[in-house]
Nanobody
Framework: QEQLVESGGGLVQPGGSLRLSCTAS????????MGWYRQAPGKQRELVAY???????NYADSVKGRFTISRDNAKNTMYLQMNSLNSEDTAVYYC???????????WGQGTQVTVSS
């Protein structure tokens, strides 16, 4: 059974930083597109960033210049470095792997990020 586990969330002051990690079990890490989504209370889930198998990153406009997505294939782990955090970044962050050939999505349980003074 494939599973994704997120970690690194927490409470941070505005302007602070956090690094989220997502570790995948199973065999899907190397063949999928990995990304981070977030969902704030009462809001729709939105794509924050994703990274291709070749390591090409893509970002939502709201986080460009502040967030950095990366992946370490040897560790089956994806990271999201979040800098200059503000209240708009408060949400539950979800790790996602999309396997194109099978058109299947795999999701983590989510990790809470709260930006507050």
């Amino acid at each position: 059974q494939e599973q994704l586990v997120e970690s690194g969330g927490g409470l941070v002051q505005p302007g602070g930083s956090l690094r989220l990690s997502c570790t995948a079990s199973g065999s899907i890490f190397s063949i999928g597109v990995m990304g981070w989504y977030r969902q704030a209370p009462g809001k729709q889930r939105e794509l924050v960033a994703y990274i291709t198998k070749g390591g090409s990153p893509n970002y939502a406009d709201s986080v460009k210049g502040r967030f950095t997505i990366s992946r370490d294939n040897a560790k089956n782990t994806m990271y999201l470095q979040m800098n200059s955090l503000n209240s708009e970044d408060t949400a539950v962050y979800y790790c996602n792997i999309y396997v194109v050939p099978t058109r299947r999505d795999y999701w983590g349980q989510g990790t809470q990020v709260t930006v507050s003074s």
